[in-house]
Structure formats: structure tokens, C-alpha cells
């Protein structure tokens, strides 16, 4: 096991609301960032928070917003529910704040729109 | 043109065979190279890193040409447990993992 962990494990939401999903790193880790992995594609990158500040970002809308704690645990916030939401949603804690440093992957949430 | 392409497969195999995946990326600046495997409805897993000089870890030997941007991975003596989707990932200079779409490998007795 990775350590790291994710809740809720499976969420149903319909279009238009907003929902947050949670994620605790491993310990000693300083630095979450958040993937969306639809079916049949690899995971895309949202965005990073390093030490609670936002720290690199994909093309992802401003709907999808963060949060990183100062236990490190980190929330994904998205507003305005849209179905392509549907996708796996996983959380990655490292180290430090380069892609050069391993990540490890929390299980992810299941997020169904409809 | 997608920043990493793979061959999705399926590569169907069976027990013993030997398999290669290849995996192209098209950005000249990217800088560091990672197999990941991911079982079916699990996260990605870290399988290697991939240096130019090449590198192998038991069964799965990878390989990175940079001036052909292409990365590969050889699985020998393939085994039932190594049924899973492989994920080709590069970085830049940035935080971001860029995965390719992963190439699914099923392997039979």
C-alpha cells in the first residue's frame, strides 16, 4: 500500500452540482497532485499544491479548484458538474515539488454524472 | 499529436512469450521517462524509470532513445500476474506526469 488514501471510494452527482473530493497523503509528504483518468484514456493532470500553494496547473476550467491543509491532506472542489466529469479522480503525494520525485497514488474515486 | 502516444493493444500473449511495448512523445524538452502499470480499476503503480543507457529490473528491461523521442519496454517470460495496462509517462520541466493512453496486455495459460 501506497499510504495514501481517498474518500469516498464511489460518488454519484447530477449535472449542475458541486462536489469535493479528499485525499491524505503519505506521511511526510508535502506536495498532492490531483488526476482525472477517464475510461479507456490515462490520467490527465489537474493541478499540484506544494506546501498548501497551488504549484503547476493542466487545462483543466476554473471550476476545478484545490485545497491543501496544513497536514497536507488536500481537497478537489468542482463546481458545475458537467457528465464528462465521469472519471476516476486520483490524488498523488510526493516529497518534493518536482515531477522527478516518485509519486504515489492514492485508489481514487469513482465519480458517476449523470 | 498527442504529447505521448501508445499502441492501446490489447497484446494478447501467451505465459512465457516475450512482449514490447513503444511509446513516442513529442516534446523534445521532456526530461524524465517512467512505465507505470495500472491493474483493472486500480491507481498506477511506478513499474521502472527509463534512462537512455537503458535499464533492467528483473523480467522488464526499458530503453529511451532520445533523439527518436521513443521509449520502450520489454516484458520476458511473461507471466499471468503481468496482465495490466502499461502507461508510458514523461515529464517536462514542470510537476506535471503526462501519461499516454496505456497499452493493455493480457497474458494466458
Known amino acids: 500500500e501506497t499510504g495514501v488514501t481517498q474518500s469516498p471510494t464511489h460518488l454519484i452527482k447530477t449535472r449542475g452540482q458541486q462536489v469535493t473530493l479528499r485525499c491524505s497523503s503519505q506521511?511526510?509528504?508535502?506536495?498532492v497532485s490531483w488526476y482525472q483518468q477517464a475510461l479507456g484514456q490515462g490520467p490527465q493532470f489537474i493541478f499540484q499544491?506544494?506546501?498548501?500553494?497551488?504549484?503547476g496547473r493542466g487545462n483543466f476550467p476554473p471550476r476545478f479548484s484545490g485545497l491543501q491543509f496544513p497536514n497536507y491532506s488536500s481537497e478537489l472542489n468542482v463546481n458545475a458538474l458537467e457528465l464528462d466529469d465521469s472519471a476516476l479522480y486520483l490524488c498523488?503525494?510526493?516529497?518534493?515539488?518536482?515531477?522527478?520525485?516518485?509519486?504515489?497514488f492514492g485508489p481514487g474515486t469513482r465519480l458517476l454524472v449523470l | 499529436r498527442k504529447e505521448v502516444e501508445q499502441d492501446p493493444g490489447p497484446f494478447n500473449v501467451p505465459e512465457g512469450a516475450t512482449v514490447a511495448f513503444n511509446c513516442t512523445y513529442s516534446n523534445s524538452a521532456s526530461q524524465s521517462f517512467f512505465w507505470y502499470r495500472q491493474d483493472c480499476r486500480k491507481e498506477p503503480k511506478l513499474l521502472m524509470s527509463?534512462?537512455?543507457s537503458g535499464n533492467e529490473d528483473g523480467r522488464f528491461t526499458a530503453q529511451l532513445n532520445r533523439a527518436s523521442q521513443y521509449i520502450s519496454l520489454l516484458i520476458r517470460d511473461s507471466k499471468l500476474s503481468d496482465s495490466a495496462t502499461y502507461l508510458c509517462v514523461v515529464t517536462l520541466a514542470g510537476t506535471a506526469l503526462i501519461f499516454g493512453k496505456g497499452t493493455t496486455l493480457s497474458v494466458s495459460s
Open positions: 498523488a503525494s510526493t516529497t518534493g515539488s518536482r515531477a522527478q520525485e516518485t509519486q504515489y
Open positions: 527509463v534512462y537512455s
Open positions: 506521511s511526510g509528504h508535502n506536495t
Open positions: 499544491y506544494y506546501r498548501e500553494e497551488e504549484n
